[in-house]
């Protein structure tokens, strides 16, 4: 993760602080904040465990004092010297040259657990506002989730990973927006968040059957209502503009030709100003 110093003036509303916060705090976790040791940041937090006997009854409750590194693997760990398993994975797909990942059920077991760890890191780095690091765990376990995709799991085992997609992107998503915001781009913050939420219906329409088939409110649903409340919160509170891509969209389904081919000259002349730059 990097450290990037933030801006002055650009910091974010005490609105949209307490709406991160809310929406980052996992109840099983509790953050207590940055430690530094021998020139090393660390993560330190309180982990509730439910304790079970032999033979799985409750017996009660245990908070656990705990730490994640702020960089790489966040238990510390380098399995098989790699930086992660999805690194050592990663590597030995590229160096076998198969198209497919050969995983296992360990495997398969060991990537889930790995995932959850840059889970709940990612949640307390948004706490902490270090946008850059919690995108960078998002991109972690959506390395992670092609890795399953490309695998010869069978269909309803890669499942229980892939559907979590949506929660991945809007994170992902939502990390590089508010970095952006903060750093003077709003209409590239615009421009994520829209793209985020597009994206994730169209997932949610083309695995609906599978969705159908669990309880309650569509995964998808939800992202897409976490991302639209942010975005109407940032509008009122940021100034966040209404992205060109969704302008021409609106302009495309009422029938506008003119305004339509008139933002499409614009997208292309920022983009070329951008490439210029």
């Known amino acids: 993760m990097t450290d990037e110093a933030e801006p002055e003036g650009r910091k974010l509303s005490p609105r949209v602080e307490a709406f991160l ?13 940055k430690v530094e040791r021998f020139g090393r940041q660390f993560i330190a937090f309180v982990e509730g465990c439910t304790m079970l006997s032999a033979t799985g009854e409750v017996k009660g409750q245990a908070l656990l004092n ?6 790489g693997r966040p238990d510390g760990q380098f399995p098989y010297g790699e930086q992660s398993l999805l690194d050592y994975h990663l590597s030995s797909l590229s160096s076998g040259g198969a198209e497919a990942t050969s995983l296992d059920e360990d495997d398969f077991t060991a990537l889930r657990d790995e995932s959850w760890q840059y889970y709940v890191r990612r949640n307390f780095l948004f706490q902490l506002g270090d946008f850059v690091g919690a995108r960078e765990d998002a991109e972690h376990n959506l390395g992670i989730w092609n890795l399953v995709d490309r695998s010869e799991l069978t269909e309803p085992a890669k499942w229980t990973y892939l559907r979590w997609w949506p929660w991945l992107e ?3 998503a939502v990390a590089q927006a508010l970095w952006d915001l903060k750093h003077g781009e709003p209409e590239h913050a615009a421009t994520e968040l829209y793209r985020a939420q597009r994206t994730i219906e169209q997932f949610g329409e083309r695995h609906a059957a599978r969705y159908a088939q669990e309880e309650g409110e569509s995964l998808c649903a939800q992202m897409c209502q976490h991302i639209g409340a942010l975005v109407e919160l940032l ?4 100034g966040l503009p209404v992205s060109l891509e969704q302008e021409l969209d609106e302009a495309s389904q009422r029938g506008d030709a003119d305004e339509a081919e008139r933002l499409r000259l614009e997208m292309i002349r920022r983009t070329v100003e951008e490439g210029e730059q």
């Open 235 to 238: 509008r009122e509170e940021q």
């Open 170 to 172: 809007r994170d992902r």
């Open 66 to 71: 705990d730490e994640y590194g702020m960089h």
């Open 21 to 33: 916060q809310r929406l980052y705090r996992d109840p099983r976790y509790l953050l207590i904040g």
